[in-house]
């Protein structure tokens, strides 16, 4: 993984100490809330419902054991024992006291951490695929890219104050596990028909209030352009992009405004205004430099026979968590932070420290965040899963339900978010105990989940095979259903089905939703394989019964 130079060091020292003197004037009552505001969002500090909330930024979703450690004492020391992993994969503590602040980003300072752009408009943390550089789908490691991209980005003199926040990711495989068309920006790691390596752009996609798809802008960008041609698609948009209404204010406004082809032609126009200085040409020697920061570890010769346990959870576990590694005698280890009845995304400091532990005693370098808000061991020797495992199980974070329906995505909600209509948290809790036997859940198969509690989408429910969104009627919780939605290679926007549901009605909706699918479903389809083939209807007709369909 990416270490940081003298100059990255340099940065974030400086960045600390800028920030320790802004909070000790708001203190002293020097700077008002309003003018603090866009001070403390820079640094990744919002102002939430009970407490301040520090974003912690995890580029690319990967952490060594000395970060995790160090996340674990700062959830010890400042926080209430916890942290929470969220869908872009950082890092959340919800209880912080603002005089602790500065002494926070210190502490992350020291284990090569910052907040830095985790909030506000400008561009966020650049996520990738969980798999990156373990998985023998993709073309290379995209996350040497993503690490150009965040130095490009970081304080960008142009980008620092965007018209709204921007989101980039990227990806190296046909199968799609970053929700690359949900993004503000994409890069797709690609192969042209001469067997040429380069990147595939896409921009304008996004969730919240209008939910859209993100567009092609090129099918083939050179390596060495792809940074010139990332800043001419941001150069649009900045100089383009609605300022007067917040609403209208993302890419994707801009994109669906003025068409994709109108779009590609300001993308392309800048691209050949940029490519002619030559000032943002990236040079191979640079990339091979970031590249060597991302070299495979050092992997033994090992067979490749699986693991043998008599222990049945283990089995079940294996079968659901552990993914086929590149490497002949390794595998890919899915951590669930969704155990049954628990928070979706929350890991306890004493959690944190055992996983650290483990890394350390099993020799491997690096952890990752999924952005489905879990974690993944990239690279397990499969003679030491049964070990793992029995380790992973004392710490609670064994539940063998990674992609099943109880794997659900959910914000924080009006728990703690002070812009939310709904809880979040209290609905997965509900869901996942409904279906809480692992047989039933092996029964439904891959069915995705995911809970909003406001239109904001940070629980990603437009992108749901169920998704759900919280919303306020009249000071009362509600829900509404939304089907069909994907955030993988088959991307789609989830279909609204009706009326809202109460904090009551919406567990029982979801289990006929369910009961709906397996009774349609033919030749082992999946949930969304049948809502596809069946319209929504059915699904409708079931989810409300008759009784609370002729109510509504």
Known sequence: MYRYDEFDAQFVRERVAQFRY????????????????????????YLQLHAYM????????????????????????????????????????????????????????????HCIQTSGNCIRNTTADQFAGATDEEIEDPRPLCEIIRQWSSLHPEFV??????????????????????????????????GRVGYKVYAGGGMGRTPYLAQVMSEFVEREDILAYLEAVLRVYNQDSRRDNIHKQRIKILVNAIGVEEMRKRVQREFE???????????????????AYFAPPPFETLPDDEPTSLDPTFKSWHAQNVSKHR???????????KPIGGVPG???????????????????????????????????????????????????LATPNAGLVTDIIACPGLDYCDLANARSIPIAQDIAKRFENLDRQHDIGELKIKISGCINACGHHHAGHIGILGVDKKGVEYYQLLLGGSGAEDAAVGAIMGPGFTE??????????????????????????????????????????????AAH
């Open 54 to 113: 520090l974003r912690i930024a995890v580029p690319y979703g990967t952490l060594n054991s000395r970060q995790l450690r160090k996340l674990a004492y700062i959830a010890r020391t400042y926080d209430k024992g916890y942290g929470h992993f969220t869908t872009r994969t950082n890092m959340q503590f919800n209880w912080i006291k603002l005089v602790d602040v500065p002494d926070i980003l210190g502490h992350l300072a020291e284990v090569e951490m």
């Open 504 to 549: 009551h009605d919406i567990g029982p909706a979801v289990e006929r939703v369910i009961d709906t699918y397996l009774k349609l479903r033919r030749n082992g389809e999946r949930f969304l394989d049948t809502y596809r083939r069946v319209g929504m209807e059915p699904f409708k007709n079931m989810a409300y019964g008759e009784q609370m369909y």
């Open 346 to 396: 929350d890991c306890t400091a004493e959690q944190l420290d055992a996983l650290a532990d483990l890394m350390d005693e099993y020799g491997m370098a690096e952890i990752r965040v999924s952005h489905e808000q879990n974690l993944v061991l990239p690279h397990v020797r499969k003679k030491d899963l049964p070990a793992i495992y029995k380790k992973l199980k004392a710490l609670h």
């Open 327 to 337: 490497q002949p005698g390794y595998a890919i280890a899915t951590i669930s932070l």
């Open 22 to 45: 802004q909070v000790e004037r708001r203190l002293a009552g020097e700077l008002t809330e309003d003018e603090f505001k866009p001070l403390r969002l820079m640094n990744g500090l």
């Open 273 to 291: 205004e940029i490519k002619a200085t030559g000032t943002l040409q990236l040079p191979q020697e640079e990339l091979d430099r970031i590249r």
């Open 161 to 194: 104050f965007l018209a709204r926040k921007f989101k980039i990711a990227v990806g190296a495989c046909e199968k799609d596990r970053a929700a690359l068309l949900w993004h503000d920006m994409a890069v797709q790691i690609v192969k042209n028909a001469e």
